[in-house]
């Protein structure tokens, strides 16, 4: 039987900033792989290097060493305009602090990649507000909407053009811990259904728990 290619494949991963006369070194050399349709989270305390973790392996943030293969491209090896059509196309980002334009309505909100990209989908931003258990709240502004709502129109976002990966970045550190499970049962579910690979980072190991697989990074490295 042939063995399937993971679909992301980081090896050596180095990162560090310079604070004043200090360097820091944030990632000490992480290699890692995730399969095909995997939910992955990524758990450690505040400052562990988490978020330039994933940021890296998003094509978000060059390592200084290192490389990042996904879908067999090596993503630091291509022009930042063909980086940015890749992450556009084929992968979809959640942040902790949903980035939602506060002016624009949660359709138009959810609209906004596809117009980036290949044009305006408004069908599909309304199937992707529809999935998230938001058809009646399309026309709603961010700020008349709680913050679980907001959250669910960034996953509906992160969705409408379709991507083969989803990168969360702390998708529950502004909620409750009851809003913040709903979230985390909404991108499983929605991931699982689409046939979506998942990488949530998050300190919370109880949520990190829920996933295929759960990694835990220290001082840079991976335990």
């Given at each position: 039987m042939q063995a399937v290619t993971p679909q992301l494949i980081a090896r050596d991963l180095f990162q560090s900033f310079r604070m004043g006369p200090r360097r820091i070194e944030v990632l000490r050399g992480i290699s890692m792989e995730i399969a095909h349709g995997e939910a992955v989270f990524l758990c450690g305390a505040s400052g562990a290097g988490k978020?330039?973790?994933?940021?890296?392996?998003?094509?978000l943030e060059r390592p200084e060493s290192g490389t990042v293969e996904f879908e067999g491209?090596?993503?630091y090896n291509e022009s930042s305009a063909s980086q940015a059509r890749l992450r556009n196309r084929k992968m979809g980002f959640v942040f902790q602090g949903y980035f939602l334009l506060p002016e624009l309505t949660a359709l138009e909100n959810v609209s906004l990649p596809a117009m980036i990209g290949a044009g305006s989908r408004s069908d599909a931003a309304k199937e992707s507000l529809k999935a998230v258990g938001l058809a009646e709240r399309m026309q709603h502004l961010p700020a008349e909407l709680s913050g679980g709502e907001q959250q669910r129109v960034a996953i509906a976002r992160a969705l409408t053009n379709?991507?083969?990966?989803?990168?969360a970045d702390e998708p529950t550190g502004n909620l409750d811990s009851k809003t913040g499970d709903a979230i985390v049962d909404l991108l499983l579910s929605v991931a699982r259904e689409r046939n979506k690979t998942l990488l949530v980072v998050t300190h919370d190991t109880r949520l990190?728990?829920?996933g295929d697989r759960q990694l835990q990074i220290k001082d840079g490295v991976l335990q």
């Open positions: 978020t330039t973790l994933l940021y890296t392996l998003a094509g491209r090596l993503l379709d991507p083969d990966i989803i990168f990190a728990a829920r």
